[in-house]
């Protein structure tokens, strides 16, 4: 029987909630409205002690996700880490707190507080969904709770 390799130190050392995130959509689910029914995103948040943020958002466009991500950041504060796939969205928004730190038209306190943030952005193997399966895990779950209550 092989030697089962160490824990990741992610996974291991302590940390605070959302210190270290996965994240992923859910959906589309649709919704009704006054007129008509409208489609909808679910962005889960993961941490890697398992805790859970939901935010909905109106479409998958990068301004979309960003004012999730700065949703999260008010509620539960800024991440170290954030995992996640190699969708588009998520590839041009970590381009996008890359380029705050270039802008100049963008306040003093704005960019000293982005150069201090220092978020890391982990994309997993393109093609290897497996390597997200922590928070893979979690999207499962949310779909089988919303099918169950939802219908």
Same mark, same amino acid.
């Given at each position: 029987?092989? &030697?089962?390799?160490?824990?990741? &130190? =992610?996974?291991?050392?302590? @940390?605070?909630?959302?210190?270290?995130?996965?994240?992923?959509? =859910?959906?589309?689910? *649709? $919704?009704?409205?006054?007129?008509?029914?409208?489609?909808?995103?679910? /962005? !889960? *948040?993961? /941490?890697?002690?398992?805790? +859970?943020? +939901?935010?909905?958002?109106?479409?998958?466009?990068?301004?979309? *996700?960003?004012?999730?991500? /700065? @949703?999260? $950041?008010?509620?539960?504060?800024?991440?170290?880490?954030?995992? @996640?796939?190699?969708?588009?969205? *998520?590839?041009?928004? &970590?381009?996008?707190?890359?380029?705050?730190?270039?802008?100049? =038209? $963008?306040?003093?306190?704005?960019?000293?507080?982005? @150069?201090?943030?220092?978020?890391?952005?982990?994309?997993? +193997?393109? !093609?290897?969904?497996?390597?997200?399966?922590?928070?893979?895990?979690?999207?499962?779950?949310?779909?089988?709770?919303?099918?169950?209550? $939802?219908?």
């Amino acid at each position: 029987m092989p &030697n089962m390799p160490p824990s990741p &130190n =992610l996974r291991v050392s302590e @940390s605070t909630p959302f210190y270290r995130t996965g994240l992923d959509y =859910l959906g589309p689910l *649709f $919704i009704k409205t006054e007129k008509d029914p409208r489609k909808v995103w679910i /962005c !889960l *948040f993961i /941490c890697l002690t398992r805790a +859970v943020h +939901v935010e909905m958002v109106e479409d998958m466009t990068t301004e979309e *996700f960003l004012l999730a991500f /700065c @949703s999260i $950041i008010a509620q539960r504060g800024k991440p170290e880490i954030v995992i @996640s796939d190699n969708a588009l969205h *998520f590839k041009v928004a &970590n381009k996008a707190l890359e380029n705050v730190l270039k802008t100049v =038209l $963008i306040s003093e306190d704005v960019q000293n507080y982005a @150069s201090n943030a220092k978020i890391k952005w982990k994309f997993i +193997v393109q !093609l290897s969904p497996w390597m997200g399966g922590y928070y893979k895990r979690f999207v499962g779950l949310a779909k089988r709770i919303i099918r169950k209550t $939802i219908g």
